[in-house]
């Protein structure tokens, strides 16, 4: 069955500083791989999605098939980026839904 | 992206009693799920509203404690029934297309909070 590991509930950093928010999956076929944000009292939205190699507001997320990782990273850490963030899989048979990570908080610290 | 409304936002609930949620989209969509995330936890799939037919209900999810409704493409009711304090969870409702998503994924609604007591 598959399965998304995010290992930290709670990330604390300094504005400035880098971000690296991990996330590992396990999974046998082609998977697709997202990052969804949920900001205090709003709903959950899309960050990015490995295929479509963007960067969305400074986050970056490579898919590394040998380590089976998809790590959120960001180079420069601003206090509005304080939210939860989710690592998602999409299976590429069978079930539609999206399979998440247990979350990870993230604090910008002024 | 589709836009969805999901009431109600929330609710305080007596034990033994149902609830029912609603999700409504602004367009049609293919693909309907709903989720549980209780608290402190991640969104867990209760299961996948099929238009026309039976919901498909995940491991551990049945009909009878969460039946379903999905009458057409952009509507769907999920009830939580005989509800006890452990149901007490925010329920999320989420869409999206079938086959290749497009670049926005899926859509989630805002989500009902569930306080059972």
């Known amino acids: 069955a598959q399965r998304v590991t995010q290992p930290e509930k709670l990330l604390s950093v300094f504005k400035g500083a880098p971000v690296e928010l991990k996330c590992n999956y396990s999974?046998?076929?082609?998977?697709?791989l997202f990052w969804y944000v949920q900001y205090s009292r709003q709903r959950l939205q899309l960050l990015l999605r490995?295929?479509s190699r963007e960067s969305i507001k400074g986050f970056t997320a490579d898919l590394n098939k040998g380590e089976t990782s998809f790590h959120l990273k960001k180079p420069f850490a601003q206090e509005e980026d304080s939210a939860m963030y989710y690592c998602a899989l999409l299976m590429d048979t069978g079930r539609r839904a999206l399979t998440f990570g247990s979350g990870t908080r993230l604090q910008v610290q002024p | 992206s589709a836009v969805i409304s999901q009431k109600p936002s929330r609710d305080i609930c007596q034990r033994g009693t149902s609830l029912t949620i609603q999700c409504q989209v602004d367009s049609q969509v293919t693909m309907m799920f709903w989720y549980r995330q209780q608290p402190g936890q991640s969104l867990t799939l209760i299961a996948t509203?099929?238009?026309?037919?039976?919901?498909?209900?995940e491991s551990g999810f049945v009909i009878d404690k969460f039946p379903i409704s999905r009458p057409n493409l952009t509507f769907s009711t999920l009830t939580v029934s005989n509800m006890s304090p452990e149901d007490s969870s925010i329920y999320l409702c989420?869409?999206?297309?079938?086959?290749?998503?497009?670049?926005?994924?899926?859509?989630f609604g805002s989500g009902t909070r569930l306080t059972v007591v």
């Open positions: 509203a099929n238009q026309g037919s039976e919901a498909t209900y």
């Open positions: 989420s869409v999206g297309m079938g086959g290749n998503l497009p670049a926005y994924g899926y859509t």
């Open positions: 999974y046998s076929g082609s998977p697709e």
């Open positions: 490995h295929i």
